[in-house]
């Protein structure tokens, strides 16, 4: 992607992702509260989290998002809402050349 979309196109798109979600879910999905920077992301509820996550699962087709070694639901609420875990992880990836 060469230039980010404008407010109206990313409010369409993510309108159309609760709603997949939703389905998936079966139940209502609630908006997110507001937007949110790399400044004040650990202030995502977990619920917007384990959205978020839903929504990767279903992109990328797998079935499970915390199954065997896999638990992608702490994994990526621990990165965004806690800012020493993601210092570590991003230390990790660094060390590994990711």
């Known amino acids: 992607m060469t230039s980010f979309p404008s407010r109206t196109a990313r409010l369409k798109a993510q309108n159309r992702v609760r709603e997949a979600i939703a389905e998936y879910c ?46 992608l639901y702490r994994l990526v609420g621990a990165y965004l809402r806690d800012p020493e875990a993601r210092r570590e992880i991003n230390e990790v990836l660094r060390g590994r050349g990711i």
């Open 26 to 71: 079966e139940g209502e999905v609630l908006p997110a509260v507001r937007e949110y920077d790399s400044g004040s992301v650990h202030l995502l509820s977990q619920q917007e989290v384990d959205n978020g996550v839903v929504a990767l699962l279903l992109q990328c087709g797998v079935n499970h998002g915390s199954a065997g070694d896999v638990d």
